[in-house]
């Protein structure tokens, strides 16, 4: 069957702006309790035996304005961004954080550590849509749904 999760974001207006974030709480009905997942911002979870690591935060764009050498033998941009965040077993592996970040240190290592290479990565960000395999992991960017006053794009996922 199918799944909703609902994953918050620092750019939510009525949610606490502080990175990791807590998941929304809602009361659903009964019969969507299985299906309707509120989760924290970032998070591993697994579905089905697929084990998805999520976070909203976008990840490309800060760790690609901070990028300062390109010796890791990959060429493409991306998959040596995603490369550091697996490796580094983090979800946000930038020390001091983006500016426009606030991050809970009490709470970061406890939330926002990758305890494990997950099946699918996903990390929206302004950046071009990309789905990229790296180290084993399928990682997804699905960009943003809105840019403004366009239309974005968004991802569907059947995993099998």
């Not at 760790?63 to 697996?86: N, P, T, V, Y």
């Not at 990390?123 to 699905?142: A, E, H, Q, R």
Request: charge should be negative; hydrophobic fraction near 35%; include cysteine.
């Amino acid at each position: 069957g199918s799944y909703l999760v609902v994953v918050p974001s620092l750019r939510d207006v009525h949610h606490v702006c502080i990175y990791p974030q807590p998941p929304f709480i809602y009361e659903l009905a009964k019969e969507d309790r299985q299906r309707v997942l509120f989760v924290s911002d970032p998070c591993t979870l697994e579905i089905d035996g697929v084990i998805f690591g999520l976070t909203s935060v976008d990840l490309l764009f800060h760790m690609g304005a901070e990028e300062m050498s390109r010796s890791s033998g990959l060429q493409d941009r991306f998959s040596r961004i995603l490369k550091h965040i697996l490796t580094q077993r983090s979800y946000y592996p930038l020390y001091p954080p983006s500016e426009d970040m606030m991050v809970d240190y009490e709470h970061f290592y406890p939330y926002a550590s990758l305890p494990v290479t997950p099946d699918l990565l996903i990390t929206p960000s302004d950046l071009k849509y990309f789905v990229k395999d790296v180290l084993g992991c399928v990682c997804i960017n699905p960009s943003r749904l809105t840019k403004g006053q366009v239309g974005g794009s968004y991802a569907q996922l059947w995993a099998q």
